[in-house]
């Protein structure tokens, strides 16, 4: 009952949450932000205030207000430098027990700062505390995370706003409306606040540092959080199509099994959600350095599980799943139909939420439609926050391919990415696929690279494919038939020269051009591991860009199949 009626709030909160995010926001909690706003900046000084007034509420899940910032910095302002103030002001304008998740949104302040003001020695108008100052070296903020042994629920608040519906802390929304006026400026609205302060802010010192990306790579994948040290919020664009997601994910990763448990992502394949499923456990780590996270695909999960029956090995299974603060599951639907599977992954699931363990969880379809599962299962994925992720519109895909570039020190002018961003519009995956091609062409032919160079490049994988998905097999057939090989030989474990080449282009193609998820592919081939495939498609990447061979054989493999596609419509 009580656990229905939890569901439930949830569900509202979705309800809540789709309208204050995706349409207005809320008119009680700009109301209660102003307020906090007011109260915020004659406490914090003129040069706090301005990073105020660049902050936007986001919308309010239970206790968590969702506060967006525009970039890293303005975060560090609010969660070290006025933290003290901002609770205070949140606690008198939304109430007793209410707490902050910070999130950024870079569309809210391009001009915003993004460095430390030199002088800003935090004495001049706020008188900050010395612990609080030292936030901002990363080091520091390791120490202050909590550890396990002093972490009761991650040290978060608990009591939500609704724990007692009798007793309702918050002041009342009119006393609020009273005290702000009708004729009350929302700072946020107030183009002149935006500006002022800003042009003096000296561009130097660089001590925020953001360590989660700097991981070394090898370190972290071996880790048994089995964390991709790429996917980051770093290095995740925000978009209309992924503000919610992101948002949730992040308040997630900042409150773990407090905002909302389970937390259910779903979208159609290559919209981010692996992604945003590895940054939740990334960012979580950060904050909680001893937190144990477990990041799974389901299809692992299934053969960990198979494994584990044959090997006779039930109690190392459950020691693994169960003993983690954090399960984060990816592609839940592969568990369709798998009865005992999903028997086990009721099991798992109960006996983490029991113990407050937080479960994320992604799909390509919302529990309602999720297909082969049983009704107590689907229930459950319900209990906390449902969010989609939707295809990015073009802004979006323009700053994910400027990400890219940027990340992978690729120089690309505006029109390539434009046109790239105009033509591939439904998964993200495809488009970084068409960023690669182009900049290994120019990279192989040493050429600049620009528009007729970017026409000619993509001119066959941008075609209007309609419908027709392309499958494994057509991949296999023509890899196969390009090679002049067999399927089995694709399959086989021989390190042949050129079965080695041949299978790792048909991983990197199964990649791009179908929406198989790792260890689907992997199963392609003799049951090899979703790393095989990884690595597989990184190699064929950089390959690309490095051997003029290899880039024809990929183009000319891709235009194949295209083609045979093309012509069974
Ligand atoms: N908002 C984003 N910002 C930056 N990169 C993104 C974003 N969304 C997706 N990507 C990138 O697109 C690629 C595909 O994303 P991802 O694997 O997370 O998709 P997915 O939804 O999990 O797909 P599938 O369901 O097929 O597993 C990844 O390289 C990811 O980093």
């Known amino acids: 009952m009580l656990v229905g009626a939890v569901g439930k709030i949830f569900l509202l909160h979705l309800v809540f949450l789709r309208r204050t995010v995706g349409e207005s926001l809320n008119e009680e909690i700009l109301v209660r932000w102003n307020h906090t706003v007011n109260l915020l900046r004659p406490k914090v000084g003129p040069r706090w205030a301005a990073f105020v007034s660049l902050a936007q509420p986001q919308a309010q899940m239970s206790n968590v207000l969702l506060i967006a910032v525009p970039n890293e910095y303005t975060r560090e302002v609010f969660q070290n430098i006025i933290n003290k103030e901002l609770k205070e002001a949140l606690e008198a304008s939304f109430g007793a ?6 999130v950024i949104d870079t569309s809210l302040g391009e001009d915003a700062p993004s460095e430390l003001p030199a ?13 609080r100052e030292s936030f901002f070296s990363a080091e520091d903020r390791q120490e202050q995370a909590p550890s396990s042994a002093q972490k009761t629920a991650y040290d978060v608040p608990t009591t939500p706003l609704s724990a007692d519906p009798g007793e309702d802390v918050r002041p009342s929304l009119h006393d609020l409306e009273a005290e702000l006026g009708q004729s009350s400026p929302t700072f946020a609205q107030d183009p002149a606040v935006h500006t002022e302060n800003f042009d003096r802010v000296p561009q130097e010192d660089s001590r925020v540092s953001h ?14 959080a089995r964390l991709n040290p790429k996917y980051t919020f770093d290095t995740f664009v925000i978009g209309q199509s992924n503000r919610f997601a992101h948002a949730a994910a992040f308040a997630v990763s900042e409150t773990p099994a407090s905002a909302y448990n389970p937390l259910f992502i779903y979208g159609d394949s290559g919209l981010g959600k692996t992604h945003l499923l590895h940054a939740i456990g990334h960012y979580a780590k950060h904050l909680y350095p001893n937190l144990r996270v477990r990041y799974v695909n389901s299809e692992e999960f299934t053969n960990d599980f198979i494994n584990s029956i044959r090997d006779d090995e039930g109690s190392s ?35 983490l939420h029991n113990h407050q363990k937080q479960v994320v969880i992604t799909s390509d379809m919302p529990p309602k439609l999720l297909t082969g599962f049983a009704e107590r299962m689907r229930s459950r994925f319900e209990w906390g926050l449902i969010t989609d992720v939707q295809p990015p519109e073009l802004e979006t895909r323009i700053a994910i391919l400027r990400k890219k570039a940027q990340n992978e020190n690729l120089d690309v002018p505006d029109n390539v990415m434009e046109y790239i961003a105009s033509n591939i519009t439904s998964n993200i995956r495809e488009l970084e696929g068409a960023l690669i091609r182009v900049t290994a062409f120019a990279s192989l032919n040493k050429q600049k690279v620009d528009r007729p160079l970017a026409e000619l490049v993509l001119k066959d994988l941008i075609t209007d494919d309609g419908a027709q998905e392309i499958t494994a097999t057509q991949v296999l057939t023509a890899t196969a038939s390009y090679f002049d090989v067999s399927i089995e030989d694709l399959q086989s474990k021989s390190r042949n ?5 041949a299978r790792q282009i048909a991983m990197y193609l199964l990649r791009e051009l179908t929406d198989m998820s790792l260890p689907k592919i992997g199963q392609e081939f003799g049951g090899r591991d979703h790393t095989t495939v990884m690595h597989a498609d990184r190699k064929i990447r950089e390959l690309m860009a490095e051997r003029h061979q290899i880039f024809n054989q990929v183009t000319e493999l891709t235009n194949k199949i295209k083609q045979e596609q093309r012509t069974q419509k």
């Open 317 to 351: 299974f459950k020691q693994i799943y169960r003993n983690v603060d954090m399960l984060l599951i990816d592609d839940i639907q592969f568990l369709a139909g798998k009865e005992h599977t999903q028997e086990e992954f009721f099991h798992t699931f109960n006996a």
């Open 211 to 224: 360590s989660q990306g700097e991981v070394s790579e090898q370190a972290t994948w071996e880790s048994s």
């Open 497 to 501: 020269r050129t079965l080695v080449t």
């Open 97 to 102: 027990g209410v707490f902050e998740a910070i």
């Open 119 to 131: 002088s800003a020695d935090s004495s001049e108008t706020l008188a900050v505390e010395p612990e």
